[in-house]
């Protein structure tokens, strides 16, 4: 150096180098020694000048410097801390001194140098970088102190101690706010202003946890550690606002004002102001706002009001000229961005700005401002604006501004287009946007505010292109960072259909932005079509071309994800679901091209990767399930078959060819797309769940060997180790779980942040850290607190998104074997068949299997819920298995038939569709897995996956019963199948049988209402499984030996009665207990059918639990019906009480066939029921034969029942002997149901008038009365007789009526033995003129044979021609077949039948017919021998003068008068006329064994009674 010194100075350089810090540093020093600091004065003489020589070596020595600084934090601080020299000191004192202003420039950029973060640099300290950033940051604190000192910028004033916020109060005099107004302004150029405007940036630094356009919540930031909050506190409002006021009063503000030599300087100036600006809202931590848990104390408060962010987004919110500067900025426009103009680098901070203040503007409006308004000890007094609102609310009235923001997503710069697009999508989310703009109508509709801004805008096309731009932008793996990462194009693209998402829900009224870019219409968008891109190009056309692309998925799964996710919303938007599903079937094929497309294997090794394709997977599964649903209901059968069968097709076929045709086992080495869909999703998240175990275990370990951590302390687990970490910071991570955009919980990773920071700053506070020790185990734990939620979440959305795709498969899966299974023609009805099986086989080897990978509790939560979602679809499969097994039924039965000898002796054609049998083995192993799977740890612990295991386990013990009973041969009392047995073996030769009925028994013993249900159903299949066995049944024994039987019992007195009761409510809370009461009190049926389970009913009380259950007497009226309670969805109360009383009068009906003629005990026992309940039964046969109440279905079951009972009971001289002892006592039996129970014969045994009063009363008896029985061949009868409606009320009626004639024979009996005489039941008159309304007589008899004869004659001639049909089928009309094939059981799958099996079928089912004809028909005659022997025996005692005086030695047989002599000879008259040709009828017929068991026994039987009739009646003698 040389010129313009002094001999001291060179004297200084000399000593040193002259390329060497203390040669640079020492000629600062000289030139701050000798030059006189502070302003120029006119008057006094010129100060000395640096050479303009050496100003550019020093110059070129501070770039040196700042080189040097920036890249290596230890010269840095080996500078900065030399005392030798002196470096800030020096610098500071020269910018104080009068210099050129580049030098100044200069020493302000190397001062910012010395106090900038570096990302590079902490990027390269690898595990240092924490200490570097805190040195760096202390380093800036020292900065500011050392600016604030030299008032370069003059702050200290004349001290006040007040602050107005947001009223641009910067008044700085002096320093560089001279240098501003005073020599830069007239030179027109800044350089040292932008160079201080550099150094208040740098020293803001940003946390790491802090970014600024993806900071989306107001507790994504935290103060900046470099910023001192307390800085000139001693004579002025703390903290740096000064330097950032400066910024915004004297740069910002003022730079549209100013004059520029160069033009672009002033966009220079505007983007390093916008940039201490940015900084300043990154670093406002406004977490106290924010969550339940925040705390606000007055420090904070105080360092709230004071910080420079507080600050801006106060100006922003209150509507000041800071915000005109911004949307200033932005009026540069796209284009000016576009073409590299200087403008562009102070768009993307303005835009930055505005969205963090959009981010936060709602916790500075209800926390912070408030908080302070009311704040009293701040320490200085605060002032606030009047005025604030929301920046949207701002922004309505700044039209062309919100519509130059749209326009700026067509920027080249991903960065400025991102976040133009969060910008429009906060605005589109907002009310005030969202709102209808009245100005503004579309046909019919009004527009809301933003659409009706951007499409009234000249703008409009342009920023349509700029969102389909902004999509077709190529973008690498969106992916490899984090989910906020916006350092790359696909960032956009996943943001761009974000908005579009956003915009489309049912809260918001169409047509949205959305809409809008989408393509539809505005005027009527759920009605016109949607334009062809030929036309106009749209954002819907290009997000269908990215998804029609091929590496979409692979390359960015994120983008895809929400691409799947914007078709599925917009197919199930009730507003845009028919114009976009109708344009997706009609252009695009999307669905069948879609599920073609994507690969049933996901190959991907990050687990971020995987959550996002598992979620594309999830929505696009979705979406085929709807449109195949709406195909199904739009009967579209050509496009929903397309759909249909290639999932069940199989995936390794590459043409069209059918698996079914192969080989009958080949079924079962194929995999259907369904199922390779399944597996793929299933090994991805295994794979993607290990990967990330193992870079958790390697984390863990990193954190250990950098802790220098105990092996005890690694072994730990997670939850143990979670708990002592948190202990030991005294925090409680669970309060920073919160859901994400998707609804998973996962914790708050800057909420955390805080709460550690928090934690620490606590501890310090505590003197708990004051040790380095101590300081370092709380940073180890939270460093492993950090890592283990870190791990946690991405774990947590890995399952996310795997259950997600679980319930987009559930879905689509559920709707192939539900609406869209009879769309799957290929292959037929076999293939049908075996597709359900393969479902059903494939989903139950998942929920059978234990995963021992498994090892936190956590995780086996997670597997619990994945196998419980999925138990309900594995029911659904099993339930269609089983109905295609009931057309299995027809069809075996079909060609079972067709295979026997033909009426010429040759034998049929077997028909094709039975051709294919499915395996006995595979099903008896699914049966075996079905068995294992609710024995799993899994299913043990989740009653719900248990419940849906046991309704899988019905449908298919269901179906195997009915594939038996179809093969099997008539007169087969048990059908068993080889699956039948080989379902049994399962269960017996094993300890899987004793193991499934210890947890069935126990969930019907104390599961829920819902699931006791299913698990008594289920007992009950098993038991009827068992019951094939000859030896007694193991259900039996088991629930024996485990004392079930008196918990099951014991609990309807103890627990149901008084649950049962409540049903019967007019309007009941619940009706689960009647649902487990009759799947109970069906499995006690199916055991009271063999002896050895009667006896263990019997013997653990069941008879006198049901005589005390008061429920069976709450009887509804029939007025309380009709008093006027209707509900759809729950049954009358009379049906109610149908579904109570019924299943207990067929238990003890099924009891008392068990129970010996000499067992007393028990006999008494069913008497105490009859008589404890005898209310209801007497009721029940009064209104039965009361001609003014109308018959239904219920009461004739009840009544054919309770005449049963009635029968039986009577049949016992021990009961009778034992209630005409208790007559007198006020006791009511059996016998005071005499007279009701013989009433019932007047008016149902004589005629069918009965029928006059008979009507359905629900939805099943109003369709069966519209079905004419193929059984029923009177020509003269009414529809409703002819109807399956009216034969079933027919065989009741027959049924009530044996029961009654067989009560009278056995209540007139005499026994052997017996002193007791003769009891009449009939009153004498033999014609009907002489009867009386009161008791039935013998002329009720008479008629009831007569009618009985005329009966079996038709009866004979109908099964007759039935059995003729069934061998000469060919003679029967096609319109005849299908009649009676849907007359059958079978009407599901008449359309299966082809005419051979049709007919085959239909002899098949006359030949049941003829066979149940005849069984009625030999009931019939049974019957009319009965009331022959009473006819008999009513007409000796009544006409034998002597037996009748002597018998009773009175008129009268307790109720019954005897005849006078007149009324004999009277009966003797009548009987002589009436009786003759009835008796030539008798003895006219002829039965034959082909038609009755014993025909000649029976034959001999009513002749003999014929004879003795004829002998009474014609020569007047007879004896009883």
Known sequence: MSGGGAGGHRQTVNQAPLCSWQALFGALDFYAGHLRPGEPDPLAAPPPEIPDAEVALLRAFLRLCRSVVQHSVVARTAIYDSTELGAMTTMFALLACVVPVALKAALLDTVAAFGALDNDVLANSGAQADSVRRAVDEMARRIWAQLEQSQMLPTAGDGARALAVGRGSSGARGGIAYELEEVEAAAETYPETRAFVRLVAALIHVPADAVGVTAEAASAASASASVPADLGSAYRVPGVG?????????????????????????????????????????????????????????????????????????RVLCGSRLLDALLRVLDAGVDAVNAGAAAASAVLPALRILLRVLHVQTAVLRGAVPALAEADSLGFALNLPRSLTTLEQLLLSRRESVVQIAALVGAVDPHVSLAAVRIVHILADSTVFNGVDDRVTRGALTLNRMVSMIDGSTDSVRILHAFITSLEAEGGDDVEGDESDDDSAAALRVAVVDLLLANIVSSKPAPTIAHYLLGFSVSRPAADDLPDPAQRATVLHTVLDLLRGDSLLARQPRLAERCYHLVHRLCADPVTSDVALRYLRARETFVSTQLRAVPAAITTDRPRATSAELHARAWLWRTAALELHSLVLQDSRPRAKLIAEWLVADAAQTDDADVFTSRPSAFLDA??????????????????????????????????????????????????????????????????????????????????????????????????????AARQRAHAAMRRLTVRCYFANQER??????????????????????????????????ARERTAFQLLRGLVQTVSEHDAALMSPEDETRHAEVLTALASTLTLFSERLSLEWTRAGVLTRASLAAAKPGAAGHARALPPATESQLPVEPLLDAWRQLVLAALTPAAQASLQLRGNLYASMLHFLGGVRKLAAASADENEVRPRSRLVAGALDVLSNSTLGDRLLETVSADAADASDAWKTVAFSLLDAVAALYASETRPNRVVLFLTHKNFFSSYVGALIRREDQALQLTLQPDPASLNALYIYEAKMAFFIRLAQRQDGADKLIENGVLDVLADCSFLNMRPSASSDAAGFADAFIPARAERFHQLLMPALDLVLALAAKIGRDNVTVWMKVARFVSQHHGVLEAVLKEAALPAHPLSMALLAEAKAASALVFYVARQRAVLDRETALAGSGHVGVTSLHLPMLALLPKLSSSRSWFQRLAPTNDVERAQALVSAALYDDEDATDVERSVFGQQASDLVDAIVQNAIAYAQAVTERPTGSSRMFRPAFAWPIEHNRESDYLPSLALLVAFVRQSLTQITRGRRARDEKLRLAQNSAEMTTADLRKLVSASPYVEVSDDLSTVQMRALASVLLTQQGRRIGRSTSMLVSTVEQALVLLWRHLSFFISVDTAEDSYGGRATGSMALPSAMERDTLRTDASISLPPLLVSLSELKLTNDEFENAATHSSFIQMLVRRIKDLVLRDTSTI
């Open 242 to 314: 000064p330097y950032v006021s400066f910024v915004l009063d004297s740069v910002l503000l003022k730079a549209e004002q100013r004059a520029y030599r160069v033009p672009d300087e002033k966009w220079r100036v505007y983007a390093l102001a916008l940039d201490v600006v940015e900084r300043s809202l990154s670093t406002l931590d406004l977490s106290m706002f924010v969550g339940t848990h925040a705390t606000v104390t007055p420090d904070a408060l105080r360092e709230l009001a004071t910080h420079p962010g507080f600050e801006v987004a106060v």
């Open 671 to 772: 995999q259907m797309h369904l199922l390779a869909l399944f597996s793929g999703v299933r090994q991805a998240y295994r794979d993607a769940m290990a990967t990330l175990q193992h870079q958790r275990r390697e984390a863990e370990a990193d954190s250990a060997d950098a802790d220098a951590m105990d092996a005890d302390d690694i072994v730990k687990s997670d939850d143990v180790a979670t708990a002592e970490d948190a202990a030991l910071l005294g925090v409680d991570i669970s309060s920073c779980v919160a859901p994400n955009a998707r609804g998973c919980a996962l914790y708050d990773l800057a909420a955390l942040a805080a709460l550690l920071r928090q934690a620490e700053r606590t501890l310090d506070a505590a003197g708990a850290l004051g040790s380095a």
């Open 797 to 830: 959305e890995l399952f996310f998104a795997y259950a997600s795709a679980l319930r987009g498969w559930k879905e689509m899966a559920e709707i192939v074997v539900t609406s869209a299974w009879d769309r799957v023609e290929a292959g037929g009805r076999a």
